[in-house]
């Protein structure tokens, strides 16, 4: 029995050196934990850049895996000591998965952890690709514009500003859409849009051009135009001549110009001038013959989606001043004129000077007169008088007179 006592302790103790020298015995390395913080910190339209926590533990390195799928059954993989890496030659405006397993080595074998969450990642988007950036509407403060659906983006961010105002540019993160309303925009104001296509992960990063599609001059709808005054130069004018208040968003302007001569307005002539300009000199034969007139004009703006206009300034009124034919009589001047189209009565004046000091010598409904004093003083003989009569048409309450610009002259004998 004491034999078989020193032959136990004799195998204990031999168990227990080949313990400490490690001899035979297969002691499997604890696995790291895993990996957490995984995020997306860079990317360009070909590459993406990750980092993540790093994990306390003696000679822990990590496996990094992207793939094109959630699944991970393809893809690229590359090995780290340090906690970020970056992937190339990827396609822009796509999306790909990442996940990274910490590992250790234990008498050359690795010794793997639990993979991370795979964390969706995104390159961005071709710009090229985000195409006929345009205007298609407008208000007087608010313009529409559009874009053709980039097939990488999956986001987009527009900014606006006025013409010369970048500074002040407004910033607006659009979700997936093509189109975008700018409101509560200055009036008679012209404004620059830019398009900028973005890829955006589930975990919120964005991919984004830092130079986007542009479009400038984009104009609000022009108010009412202002300060229309029509006119003839002579009484044989073969033109009418209008000068308004420039628009500082219009394309152009729309006049339309009719005649007073019946009981019922008819137009003559409607046409459009395509310049921003603030005057306009319109020819026709419509316009030789003296009558009265009513004239309106309008500004527009050309989109893609067709012209768009903004409201009628009020009606001006007007009419050729008409010729006159002047000859001595007894007692006098027989002065008569050419009957003007719907006027309803004339208004003559005259002078002793052609520039200045014309007194009012009757308003007539006839188209003809004998003028027999200047002023209170009979005509003298030898003397030269000059004479102008004005067209006066009444609408409403509102008498409106014909142009006066010309003056006819004879001498008293």
Not at 333 to 352: C, E, H, I, M
Request: one cysteine or more.
């Amino acid at each position: 029995m004491r034999e078989v006592w020193k032959y136990l302790r004799t195998c204990v103790v031999a168990a227990a050196i080949l313990l400490l020298l490690g001899v035979g015995v297969n002691v499997q390395a604890a696995a790291p934990a895993q990996v957490q913080g995984l995020q997306q910190i860079s990317s360009s339209a070909g590459s993406v850049g990750v980092k993540w926590n790093a994990l306390v533990m003696d000679g822990v390195q990590y496996k990094v895996e992207l793939s094109e799928d959630i699944m991970f059954s393809n893809g690229k993989t590359e090995e780290r000591s340090n906690t970020e890496t970056y992937f190339y030659n990827l396609s822009a405006g796509k999306s790909y998965f990442v996940r990274v397993t910490a590992y250790v080595k234990e008498n050359g074998e690795k010794v793997y952890g639990t993979p991370s969450r795979p964390l969706e990642v995104v390159t961005i988007p071709d710009r090229s690709k985000t195409q006929n950036l345009r205007q298609t509407a407008a208000t007087a403060t608010s313009i529409t514009v559009k874009w053709e659906q980039n097939p990488g983006a999956n986001a987009y961010r527009l900014e606006y500003f006025k013409e010369g105002g970048y500074a002040n540019r407004k910033v607006v993160p659009l979700s997936n859409i093509t189109t975008y309303t700018a409101s509560n925009l200055s009036k008679d104001t012209e404004y620059v849009f830019y398009i900028y296509p973005v890829r955006k992960s589930t975990s919120g990063y964005q991919a984004g051009n830092s130079s986007g599609h542009s479009i400038s001059g984009c104009p609000v709808l022009p108010g009412k135009v202002e300060g229309l005054t029509p006119s003839f130069s002579s009484p044989t004018a073969k033109y009418m001549d209008l000068s308004w208040d420039r628009r500082n968003s219009a394309d152009g302007y729309q006049y339309e110009i009719y005649s007073l001569a019946g009981k019922k307005a008819k137009k003559l002539i409607s046409e459009k001038k395509d310049s921003n300009g603030s005057m306009q000199s319109v020819s026709s034969n419509k316009l030789v013959k003296p009558r009265f007139l009513k004239v309106r004009i309008r500004a527009y703006v050309v989109l893609s989606s067709g012209t768009r206009y903004g409201a009628w300034s009020g009606w001006k009124y007007i009419s050729k001043q008409p010729e006159m034919k002047i000859s001595n009589v007894k007692g006098g001047q027989r002065v008569s004129w050419n009957k003007v189209s719907g006027a309803d009565s004339y208004t003559l004046y005259v002078s002793s000077k052609r520039e200045n000091g014309y007194k009012k010598v009757k308003t007539l409904s006839k188209n003809s007169f004998t003028v027999k004093k200047y002023g209170r003083s009979a005509l003298k003989t030898g003397r030269t008088y000059y004479y102008t009569v004005v067209a006066n048409k009444k609408i409403g309450s509102r008498t409106y007179k014909g142009s006066k610009t010309h003056c006819y002259s004879r001498i008293y004998f």
